[in-house]
């Protein structure tokens, strides 16, 4: 029997609810279909964005969304994007399937859409093919409540009270489709856009997210860290789970067999080690911690869903991506000292996407289901936790070896603590014995999010993966005992 040790005594970091966030690019049908049909849409929505999607990502808990790329934010320029959308420039997405952009989603869009979801704005800028002028407009544009051009241009347009910006990213992968840049390069320019994105209400800072590495490249981070040290709030990473490992054949979102699954596990495991190694190396640099680190794509990456475009990157949604999920939730929170937000790519019909649509359908994945069941750790505190485990060794990987289980726990204002555990093996069942330090417990609830695991949910279909009240432990004086179903995930609430 395994067993965790979860103590309410050792409280740690707060778990900012921006760890949960998402990111929606304007690429294959994550915007428009997705999210955005259009004020003259059959399909029901309020001003433009789809009730049915609006509704599940609030009832997921979404805390903070980014827009618009990616790979597109570096050849995006706002001011196509506001006013007469009869007028608007018409333009092709070169990044994602040379489609048309008509730019009818723009600035004001984007914040409706986070208004009705009660979300907060993260603002990717132009820096690949902008200019540091158009980024420091587009702030202003945003924020400024006073008399000047660009708040005079957005009154206008239709709003006259400026929005909330809460974070801005300066670039996207600037060592890549953002401009394929030096990391010192980069540093200075992230100096000089910095320097005039201003912060126009008083005693509200807009985050500046610096452009950081991709996967494990330790020598951007060194670099980038040591130019905007004292100008960067937080750097970004980015890494996507392929279990092939191979970007020309990732791998069927669907088919696949025991050893590609562990191997999907095993890659996305590796969370870990970046996160752990990114921020050992920034703290080398800038010892005094204040700069954070943030994930800002992340998830799995297969090939695309047979006779869908190439460039939409439309894949399904499995059990084993619910595990993904729910291994690198467990990880972020166990970072909450350091990680300041997180974002899923991608929100709707692109990537390891939490919903899916078809004309007027939705399709809720078990990604979906993960990030429900997980919201109650936004903003709780984190607690110590510690679990002993078999390990999972993925004959695809060398014999590389992860954990089988993996787990943290949080504690609410009013002292109950939330328990997530997932366990990876494909087959094999694990008995768990928690117990809280120095506690008493009153009760405890569960629910379970468990299937085979190739099953997905699907179009005109009933569900086959979702959550559902789990039973099958036993409370004890001071925790519980468990028994956690091979592929699953679990969370427990307990009250003291």
Not at 236 to 246: F, I
Not at 282 to 301: F, R
Not at 374 to 390: A, I, M, R, V, W
Not at 459 to 486: C, L, N, S, W
């Amino acid at each position: 029997m395994e067993k965790l040790l979860i103590n309410p005594n050792e409280k740690k970091a707060v778990i900012n609810k921006d760890i949960y966030g998402h990111f929606s690019e304007h690429l294959g049908r994550c915007i428009y279909e997705g999210l955005y049909v259009g004020e003259d849409s059959i399909i029901p929505n309020v001003n433009g964005m789809r009730k049915d999607a609006v509704k599940a990502l609030k009832e997921m808990g979404i805390p903070v969304l980014r827009w618009p790329g990616g790979c597109f934010a570096d050849e995006y320029h706002w001011k196509d994007g506001i006013g007469d959308k009869k007028n608007r420039k018409k333009m092709i997405n070169t990044h994602w399937g040379g489609v048309v952009e008509d730019n009818s989603f723009g600035t004001h869009e984007f914040f409706e859409l986070c208004r009705q979801l009660g979300c907060d704005a993260y603002v990717n800028g132009n820096v690949g093919s902008g200019t540091v002028q158009e980024l420091s407009e587009w702030v202003e544009y945003i924020t400024f409540d006073g008399v000047s051009p660009m708040a005079e241009l957005r009154a206008k347009n239709g709003s006259k009270a400026p929005w909330n910006l809460k974070y801005i990213g300066v670039g996207n992968e600037s060592w890549g489709c953002g401009g394929n840049m030096d990391p010192e390069h980069y540093g200075n320019l992230f100096k000089q856009y910095n320097t005039y994105c201003r912060d126009y209400k008083a005693g509200e800072h807009i985050l500046r997210i610096a452009c950081g590495p991709n996967n494990d490249d330790y020598h951007w981070t060194k670099k980038v860290t040591d130019k905007v040290k004292h100008h960067a709030d937080a750097l970004s990473l980015h890494y996507y789970t392929v279990p092939t490992g191979k970007w020309h054949h990732k791998g069927s979102a669907t088919d696949f067999d025991k050893n590609e699954y562990i191997s999907t596990i095993f890659k996305a495991y590796r969370m870990e080690e970046l996160i752990s190694n990114h921020i050992a190396m920034m703290d080398s640099i800038a010892p005094w911690k204040k700069m954070k680190l943030i994930v800002d794509e992340w998830g799995t990456w297969y090939d695309v869903e047979p006779g869908t475009n190439p460039g939409f990157l439309y894949q399904q949604n499995t059990m084993r991506d619910a595990i993904v999920a729910a291994f690198t939730l467990n990880i972020f929170n166990k970072h909450a000292d350091r990680l300041m937000m997180c974002n899923l790519a991608q929100t709707v019909n692109v990537l390891q996407a939490v919903l899916l649509t078809d004309g007027k359908k939705l399709v809720k994945t078990p990604t979906y289901y993960v990030f429900k069941m997980f919201k109650e750790h936004q903003n709780n505190t984190l607690l110590g936790s510690y679990l002993t485990t078999e390990k999972l060794t993925s004959k695809n990987d060398n014999n590389g070896e992860f954990p089988q289980l993996i787990e943290s726990a949080s504690v609410d204002e009013n002292g109950v603590v939330y328990s997530t555990v997932a366990n990876a093996s494909p087959g094999k069942t694990s008995y768990i014995k928690c117990q809280l330090a120095d506690s008493r417990v009153k009760s405890v609830k569960a629910e379970i999010l468990t299937a085979q695991c190739n099953d997905y949910n699907d179009f005109g279909k009933d569900e086959k993966v979702f959550t559902k009240e789990f039973t099958d432990f036993k409370q004890t004086r001071d925790g519980f005992t468990a028994k956690i179903p091979p592929c699953s995930v679990v969370k427990f609430v307990v009250e003291r």
